[in-house]
């Protein structure tokens, strides 16, 4: 084996684990009912909602069509009908939802995205009562997982916007047996080249 063969495999082994720890920006169309879908390695992970600002493709969402907005207090807030940002995250058989405590529907989509990245958040588990939750939030995989980001809402068709997510690793991601057979087999070309030289050396 060359020697620029061997450090190939050491380098390309060495990005792939460093590659794994980049975050990966979730965009979630509202009309989608299946959610979108990606599979996330072992590890603790963080869920932050952006916006376009921050390279999303959306800032919020309406359940309701054209992006109906009626029934607003005087600031915007606890509309009857408008802007949300809630959202689910689905893996290994559990839905959980994660919202606002108080109003969730807001005038402008750009109102609601504020509200969502700066208040506490509850969440809800398989539709069950509601509890306080981290923001930005937290969820830990024992192994790797696919993991479902949407909407709970019926119809979908009619829904206007999106979310979309920052999911970020908190920990390193556990690295692949592939990743680890480059570096092995890079390691092991290292100490073989190492131990011919020495044998020519000695010959000398």
Same mark, same amino acid.
């Given at each position: 084996?060359?020697?620029?063969? @061997?450090?190939?495999? #050491? ?13 990966? #920006? !979730? ?11 990606? #599979? ?7 869920? /932050?909602?952006? &916006? ?29 009908? &408008? ?5 689910? #995250? ?6 959980? /939802? $994660?919202? +606002? ?8 989509? *750009?109102?609601?995205?504020?509200? $969502?990245?700066?208040?506490? +958040?509850? /969440? /809800? ?11 930005? @939030? ?9 993991? *479902? ?13 999106? !979310? ?23 390691? +092991? ?13 000695? +010959?000398?």
């Amino acid at each position: 084996m060359r020697l620029s063969a @061997i450090f190939f495999c #050491i380098g390309f082994g060495g990005a792939a684990m460093a590659s794994s720890a980049h975050a990966s #920006i !979730v965009n979630y169309d509202a009309t989608n009912p299946a959610g979108t879908t990606i #599979i996330l390695a072992a590890g603790t992970y963080q869920v /932050q909602l952006i &916006g376009t600002a921050a390279g999303g493709a959306y800032d919020a969402w309406d359940p309701w069509s054209g992006g109906t907005v009626s029934g607003c207090d005087g600031t915007g807030a606890n509309c009857a009908q &408008g802007w949300t940002d809630r959202f689910t #995250i689905s893996f290994n058989g559990n839905t959980t /939802q $994660y919202l +606002l405590p108080s109003s969730s529907y807001f005038s402008t989509a *750009t109102q609601a995205l504020t509200a $969502y990245t700066t208040s506490p +958040l509850d /969440q /809800q588990v398989n539709g069950g009562p509601s509890t306080p939750a981290p923001n930005p @939030i937290t969820f830990s995989l024992a192994a790797a997982t696919p993991v *479902t980001f949407g909407v709970a809402d019926f119809p979908y068709n009619d829904n206007t916007g999106g !979310v979309s997510l920052d999911v970020t690793p908190m920990t390193s991601a556990v690295p692949e047996p592939s990743t680890w057979a480059m570096l092995m087999v890079g390691f +092991l070309g290292l100490v073989g080249l190492a131990n011919r030289r020495k044998s020519r050396s000695q +010959l000398a």
